[in-house]
């Protein structure tokens, strides 16, 4: 919920930068030349960050979703006597360490 609300802020903010930014402006790209608001130079660049930022998190957000799709099958297969307490989901159960690596 709070990222939601950065994000919000953050677009009021850009947007009212750009509506303060409303002079013609001269856009120059090796051979090309346009002249527009930089109104809209500021809000399409906006745009394709965000656009480019979405496309480069697609990876993770698909292994993530397959990841919990391994998962939730995984689990759906279990039965009940395999969620008893101590088992772990395991069907067995599970011995403890006495004392971790580290302090032997």
């Known amino acids: 919920m ?3 609300f950065v994000a919000l802020g953050l677009a009021i903010l850009i947007a009212v930068f750009a509506l303060q930014n409303t002079l013609p402006e001269t856009i120059e790209f ?3 030349e346009y002249q527009t608001a930089l109104v809209l130079v500021i809000l399409s660049s906006t ?10 998190s697609l990876a ?3 292994r993530h979703g397959r990841e919990t799709r391994v998962l939730t099958a995984a689990f759906g297969r279990g039965t009940k006597a395999d969620c008893r307490p101590g088992t772990a989901g395991l069907g067995h159960a599970i011995t403890p360490m006495p004392y971790p690596l580290m302090f032997r």
């Open 30 to 32: 090796l051979f090309w």
């Open 60 to 62: 993770a957000r698909w």
């Open 47 to 56: 745009a394709i960050g965000a656009a480019l930022s979405a496309i480069a």
């Open 2 to 4: 709070t990222s939601l």
